[in-house]
């Protein structure tokens, strides 16, 4: 019974704070959206990939840290107290909460599996031509119906060209689409959508919507790097439009063109309109400010953490009963 009561209450914990702190994220990320239009379009991917993840990190974080440990160091274990029935409902909520996004990544895990395996059945080597030894990615290609551009994989990514891309594409052209996918292997975009499966919770499809449309920008910035080269990009982007749906095969890769058309034209018109400031990188915040946060954190968590135990303990009694 004890140990029941300890996941009812740390699922109850868990399910509340991660639905209080995903509404406040629901109603803040598109002011945070707008504000950092201003800066590049990477730190704006990097913005809502945070603002997306907040709400599972502090809600995980509070749990194992505080109310878990409150429950089995305060707790009597002798003590039989039956167990409400809004602990139990918010536990299972909780619990189907972690079962859910554990379907999702898995589904998407073999969605992506089952896709490159019906790529991987005729498939040869292209000599991509690019001398930057960051992208040490293989690039294959493969029949007209693969992908006109993908890239596919978690921990071995690879790059993936059809025929038909291969053939309407000018070298230049081509060179420019593929540095856009090397960019989203370097940025492990396939495994932050993974990580966005596993803390699945309604109402946040526009968040991750707009963090792929951002991330697709930020990969265009990183191809290019003159105004020659953008229009290489742009070129590349509308060609690859109009020889496959504007979807993705699958949903753990990152394909040139898989938004939907409003997305593609507003790449294509940014590309465009290309110009060299936007490139140029702006201030990055130090390294050293973070650490300051997370040192005052922890020192401000160790100088209080006995008198939170109580508090937090305090309130799992009252949710209990």
């Not at 409150?70 to 029935?85: C, K, M, N, T, Y």
């Not at 001398?131 to 040490?136: F, I, M, Q, W």
């Not at 105004?227 to 439009?241: F, G, M, N």
């Not at 401000?300 to 508090?311: D, F, H, K």
Request: net charge positive.
């Amino acid at each position: 019974m004890f140990a029941a009561r300890g996941l009812a209450v740390s699922f109850s914990i868990s399910v509340l704070l991660y639905s209080a702190l995903s509404l406040a994220v629901c109603a803040v990320w598109r002011s945070a959206w707008i504000y950092c239009q201003r800066y590049p379009a990477r730190r704006c991917a990097n913005l809502l990939f945070i603002l997306r993840l907040i709400p599972f990190a502090l809600a995980t974080g509070v749990t194992l840290a505080l109310a878990l440990p409150s429950f089995l160091l305060l707790e009597p274990r002798a003590v039989d107290e039956p167990l409400g029935a809004l602990p139990v409902v918010l536990g299972l909520c909780g619990l189907a909460v972690v079962l859910a996004g554990l379907r999702s990544a898995t589904v998407a895990l073999l969605a992506a599996s089952r896709t490159v395996a019906l790529w991987s059945r005729e498939t040869h080597v292209v000599d991509a031509g690019l001398k930057d030894s960051r992208d040490s990615v293989p690039v294959l290609g493969v029949s007209a119906a693969g992908p006109p551009l993908t890239a596919a994989g978690i921990l071995r990514p690879s790059v993936w060209l059809s025929r038909v891309a291969e053939f309407v594409l000018t070298e230049r052209e081509l060179q420019s689409a593929l540095r856009h996918e090397f960019v989203h292997v370097r940025r492990r975009d396939n495994l932050r959508k993974l990580i966005l499966r596993l803390v699945a919770f309604p109402g946040m499809a526009e968040l991750e919507s707009a963090w792929r449309e951002a991330t697709e920008m930020a990969a265009d910035d990183g191809a290019v790097s003159s105004a020659s080269e953008a229009l290489d990009l742009a070129a590349a982007v509308i060609k690859l439009s109009r020889l496959a749906p504007l979807k993705s095969a699958a949903e753990l890769t990152t394909a040139l063109v898989h938004s939907p058309a409003e997305s593609v034209n507003a790449r294509v018109e940014r590309l465009l309109a290309w110009t060299e400031p936007r490139q140029s990188a702006a201030r990055e915040y130090s390294w050293a400010y973070l650490l300051t946060a997370a040192a005052a954190v922890v020192v401000t968590l160790a100088l209080t953490y006995s008198e939170l135990l109580v508090r937090v303990h305090a309130a799992t009694e009252w949710l209990v009963r």
